[in-house]
């Protein structure tokens, strides 16, 4: 009688877990949105069609080989750090060197391939510069797979949504002093450091990882007792 209560009140955690870190991920998806658009539209009233271009040029090319250098490695780690928490660490470190062996040779072909991409100097510097997006991109989106696989949703919002705030205030000020494409792009890579650094400090500080590990460990226990 006392098991199948136990059951119960199991499920209707896991259920508000769901629930909760669903709303989360379309609230951080949302807001990302948001925050890139208004991005987009503070250049392109600065710099009109031309600028907002270069600044698409190179985030299109970022984004794809981002995606190339992620292997689908993602999806993986939510996956198996789900199943198997207590190897979340193991599960990270393992994705982080796969996707920088592929990234960083990725990065450098577009470092050297930027000239035949583009014909203006700053055009040609900003693609470089947006190279080192590639294996950061992929970095972090392991990050983003470990928080998943943990059900740590708010991490993730937190860090999307300052890290966008971030780009935006920053390029409000860059455009506004007359900076260039490759200014924003250095001040993207740095925003993209802070939030690598911010995720390791979160995971360092907050011991989400033994903490988590616990939780689930005591919720089993007490269903396995009754």
Sequence with gaps: EIAPQCRARTRRRVLNRVSKNTFILIGANASSAALGFLIAIVIARAWGAPGLGEYSLVLAWTFTLGIVAELGLNTLVTRE???????????????AIAKLALALPLAGAFMLAAPILARDA????????????????????????????????????????AGLITQLAGTVTLVANQWGVLAIIAWGVGVQVAQLAAAFFYLRRWGLLRGWVRGVHTERSECAHH
Excluded: C, H, K, W
């Design 81 to 95: 750090v789900a199943q198997n928490p207590a190897r979340a660490d193991n599960y990270l470190i393992s994705s």
């Design 122 to 161: 700053e055009t040609i510097a900003a693609l470089r510069l947006g190279a080192l997006l590639i294996p950061l991109n992929a970095l972090y989106g392991s990050f983003t797979a470990l928080f998943r696989g943990l059900e740590r949703m708010t991490p993730i919002f937190i860090l999307n949504t």
